[in-house]
């Protein structure tokens, strides 16, 4: 028995280094097929950002400390400028045996620098099948921009678009984001980013006047 505890010990160690070897491999493919991804699409690509989106409030499930974004990548999109990356907060309190989440987030820049509001559609049944904007939505953040953006126009079209079950939002400071608990693929993000920019288009215009620099 105690002959056999030295091998052991010497199995664990070469599993445990062969799972670190194979971990970095994929961590080096995945790095090289997202920057040929960036290439093809004439974006930027970066493994590692220390703030994506510059000082923009995230939501509060993406909070935590010392946050790590990875895999940012920056380019233009249907006219707009969007951002992609991932984001794993660590856990609120230390020594936490809460396991880590990884968010896909999408962002789009916004004509409006001094944004603030979030919209999440409410998961239950009822809010599936009202016709009330009020009672389909969650809403939150500075009355001045949300009363002018969520007209009439606005707050229909996103009773009507299915994607809104699928896609919360948050606009804040010159983003407009949404995220999602997945590892962050190019293609299935750009789908996210033209939800995103078809809600921009329907933001009425004075809107973004009065949320801007300077205003």
């Known amino acids: 028995m105690e002959g056999a505890l030295p091998v052991l010990a010497l199995v664990v160690v070469v599993m445990t280094a062969g799972a670190v070897a194979v971990s970095a491999h994929f961590r080096k493919e995945r790095v090289v097929e997202l920057r040929s991804w960036a290439r093809a699409q004439g974006w930027n690509y970066a493994e590692h950002h220390p703030a994506p989106l510059g000082d923009a409030a995230l939501p509060r499930p993406l909070g935590g400390r010392s946050p790590r974004f990875r895999h940012v990548l920056d380019g233009r999109h249907g006219g707009h400028q969007v951002t992609f990356f ?82 919360p939002v948050r606009f804040t400071g010159e983003h407009v984001l949404t995220w999602a608990v997945m590892r962050l693929d190019p293609d299935r993000a750009l789908t996210a980013a033209d939800y995103l920019i078809d809600l921009i288009d329907r933001v009425p215009a004075q809107a973004w006047g009065t949320h801007t620099t300077g205003s």
């Not at 962002?107 to 979030?118: F, S, Y």
């Not at 049944?125 to 009020?134: K, L, R, S, W």
């Open 86 to 167: 991932e984001h794993t907060p660590r856990p609120t309190a230390r020594g936490s045996d809460e396991a880590p989440h990884t968010y896909r987030v999408v962002a789009v820049r916004t004509p409006g620098t001094d944004t603030d509001l979030e919209i999440r559609r409410r998961d239950d049944a009822a809010a599936d099948a009202t016709t009330d904007f009020a009672r389909a939505f969650q809403v939150s953040g500075g009355d001045g921009f949300a009363r002018a953006a969520l007209d009439r126009e606005t707050t229909q079209w996103l009773l009507s678009d299915p994607r809104s079950r699928s896609f």
